[in-house]
């Protein structure tokens, strides 16, 4: 019998938590039509506030993992949770863009704390060594909760306005802390002993490592812009209704929930790990030039391979970084951890290229250069080795 169906209730209660982390993630992104009024601001106040959370989620990913190493996979999963939650609780009284800013750097910091934790719990959960599998649930379980912070946080603030609707995401974020904490046991959460600094080290400096975060960027560039301005390009470009804009731009999470599932599978099959990274990336890039075109059917077709590609390459970096660890067993969420913030710190970036590109040029610039910026990043997977498995070996 496999763990997962030994122990159900822990397995349901990360995926849960996962699907409303996910709601948190891009809530932001959908309602900014409705925020920027209020806040008395337009593209460039997005693109501030969206830098800001993934700056945030990208400088806390090693430290998260390092205080896992230390307390245990678990209690720094309901901790993080706890953090990202009281945050978006305090976005609802914000008055000011800055404001939101440090609120949603805030909500990164938490939400840093969850992920790589919550990927080796759950790996351990399904099927033990299976990394891709217990990777490609958690990313199919973001990619649910995108689906509702996206399409389904327009109807929520639009019928209750944006502030309840902050108040309401809070409020799921503390349940699912309480559902982790009373649910997932602590020998799932698989607590080790206290770090070793050269264990720490080990992993900063490993090569491979390094090169497969600074790859993984190129997805968060098509994903951060995507999620992050195409129901607001939409709305005030395309002249969509905000159910259809936010229906299109929910396309880049649709897709993914099968994509992950599949990629899942795929790794722990396939050889060619990093060659299937190369086509996504290139995926990735096709996606956002495609974007250019101004139509809502250009505009979901965009979203719709975006998502595609990006459950795959996602899907590939993170059971990679899993595979790739060389400093032993207890140190996979600080391997997870810090591919994650690598690839996070430098999605810190793409929304502040992308809205200074639409202010000065247009969205078709702002589309067109963040496609030929993706491309970039196929030249570190490429300088990786071929086989991913030194555990194996």
Not at 315 to 338: D, I, K, M, P
């Amino acid at each position: 019998m496999s763990r997962s169906t030994q122990n159900p209730r822990a397995l349901g209660s990360l995926v849960i938590a996962r699907v409303v982390y996910a709601i948190n993630w891009v809530n932001v992104g959908a309602i900014f039509y409705l925020m920027g009024p209020d806040l008395r601001t337009g593209v460039s106040g997005l693109g501030l506030i969206t830098a800001t959370f993934y700056l945030g989620l990208g400088l806390l990913q090693v430290p998260g993992g390092v205080i896992a190493a230390r307390w245990g996979p678990k209690r720094v999963v309901v901790v993080g949770i706890l953090i990202y939650s009281a945050s978006v609780i305090a976005t609802s009284v914000a008055s000011t863009v800055a404001e939101v800013a440090v609120l949603r750097f805030l909500v990164g910091w938490g939400m840093a704390f969850v992920f790589a934790p919550s990927v080796i719990i759950i790996a351990r959960l399904l099927r033990g060594e299976k990394s891709g599998m217990g990777v490609g649930v958690m990313n199919s379980a973001f990619d649910l909760g995108g689906i509702a912070g996206i399409f389904g946080w327009v109807v929520i603030a639009t019928a209750t306005g944006w502030r309840p609707s902050f108040l309401m995401a809070g409020a799921m974020g503390v349940a699912t802390a309480a559902l982790v904490a009373l649910f997932v046991p602590e020998g799932a959460a698989g607590k080790v002993p206290r770090i070793d600094r050269k264990a720490l080290v080990a992993v900063i400096r490993d090569r491979e490592l390094v090169l497969l975060g600074i790859g993984t960027v190129g997805f968060g560039v098509a994903a951060t812009d995507i999620a992050g301005f195409m129901t607001l390009y939409g709305v005030r470009s395309l002249s969509a209704s905000a159910a259809l804009a936010s229906g299109v731009t929910s396309m880049v999470y649709v897709i993914p929930i099968f994509t992950s599932l599949w990629g899942g599978r795929a790794f722990d099959a396939l050889s060619k790990h990093r060659m299937v990274m190369v086509a996504s990336l290139v995926g990735s890039a096709a996606a956002l030039s495609l974007g250019s075109y101004p139509s809502v059917l250009a505009a979901a077709v965009c979203a719709a391979l975006g998502g595609l590609v990006s459950g795959v390459g996602y899907t590939f970096a993170f059971a990679g970084a899993r595979e790739l660890n060389r400093a032993g067993s207890e140190y996979e969420s600080l391997a997870v951890a810090w591919v994650n913030s690598l690839s996070l710190t430098g999605s810190f970036f793409p929304p502040i290229f992308f809205s200074y590109l639409v202010d000065a040029y247009g969205y078709r610039a702002g589309w067109l250069w963040s496609g030929a910026l993706t491309l970039a990043f196929v030249v570190p997977v490429l300088l990786m080795v071929e086989s991913w498995r030194p555990r194996a070996a």
